[in-house]
């Protein structure tokens, strides 16, 4: 007798109403992440309004009089607004007295960092030779120092220099200031690149010179670009250290002029002085629209070499 046996179901593909279970399960997730999605793009754009929204007051303001600043409800759009707080800036001959300080100072401290940080950088990372460790911790120890802290000192060195009032002794200043981090960054972008590429190039008939310049240093351009911004940001910005070098109202750097600027007047002219604030991020902004390829890739190459 024959015996007819039932059907099986293994490896037989799910129907019913388990297929429809899991169909509104994936549809569940994906609307999930949908929403997150959402909802992680509207906190972004917020995020992104807060800090646009000051650029775009200072500039507001920029073309705006002072009456209609000093106003019980305040002008979101500068409409019949006037550039004369702009004209008034750049009538002013201390503005350009500070501009082509700022500008001095910034291009020395450029050179001058980048050029005895990446020496620096080179060494500790290419060469083992004794004290290298101990460089190493010193770097770290003296950023972990504030400013503040060495104002007198600075002072008084600058001052038996004849170097105060001068804009290389702001250079001076600033360039040891940025010196540590500087050299902190670009240690990394020298040991992200083997020194097993200089070496095949010396096999193919290359100088170690020859080597570095043509194989390692174009590797090593974004890292470059990276501390200069860096620099850039620090020597155009930074506020106390002018203040304490520059006491000479001659010799100026820009963020001491619009501060002179406000308190130049009883009733300080905030037009004014928006305007000024919106001439002096115009280089930062001319100098980021160079950078601003080569700057993006070597944040990134910095973030994952080491």
Not at 70 to 78: F, K, S, V
Not at 107 to 133: E, M, N, P, T
Not at 140 to 156: K, N, R
Not at 275 to 284: D, E, K, L, T
Request: glycine share 8%.
């Amino acid at each position: 007798m024959s015996t007819v046996s039932a059907p099986t179901t293994l490896g037989v593909p799910a129907s019913g109403p388990t297929k429809v279970a899991a169909t509104r399960s994936s549809e569940s997730g994906r609307s999930q992440t949908s929403k997150s999605r959402r909802l992680l793009g509207a906190l972004a754009v917020v995020v992104a309004l807060a800090w646009v929204f000051p650029i775009y007051w200072m500039i507001n303001s920029a073309f705006q009089p002072l009456n209609k600043l000093q106003a019980e409800n305040p002008a979101w759009l500068p409409l019949g607004g006037t550039v004369a707080n702009f004209r008034q800036v750049l009538d002013d001959g201390t503005f350009w007295q500070a501009m082509r300080t700022s500008l001095s100072v910034v291009v020395i401290v450029l050179v001058a960092a980048l050029i005895f940080a990446f020496l620096a950088a080179l060494a500790v990372s290419r060469f083992r030779f004794k004290g290298r460790k101990s460089f190493i911790l010193t770097i770290l120890i003296v950023q972990m120092i504030p400013a503040e802290g060495l104002f007198i000192s600075q002072y008084q060195v600058l001052d038996g220099w004849g170097l105060v009032n001068k804009v290389a002794g702001l250079a001076l200043v600033y360039t040891a200031a940025i010196l540590p981090f500087t050299i902190w960054m670009l240690r990394g972008f020298v040991a992200g690149v083997p020194i097993e590429l200089e070496e095949a190039g010396m096999v193919d008939g290359l100088s170690r010179v020859g080597a570095f310049f043509r194989i390692t240093f174009p590797l090593l351009a974004p890292g470059l670009v990276a501390a200069g911004v860096f620099g850039f940001l620090q020597a155009w910005n930074e506020y106390t250290l002018a203040l304490v070098v520059m006491t000479d109202p001659a010799q100026r750097t820009l963020p001491l002029w619009l501060q002179g600027l406000v308190e130049s007047n009883r009733a300080t002219d905030w037009g004014v002085v928006m305007a000024g604030s919106a001439v002096i991020a115009i280089p930062v902004i001319v100098f980021f629209l160079f950078v601003q390829g080569k700057m993006t890739s070597g944040l990134v190459s910095g973030a994952v070499k080491g």
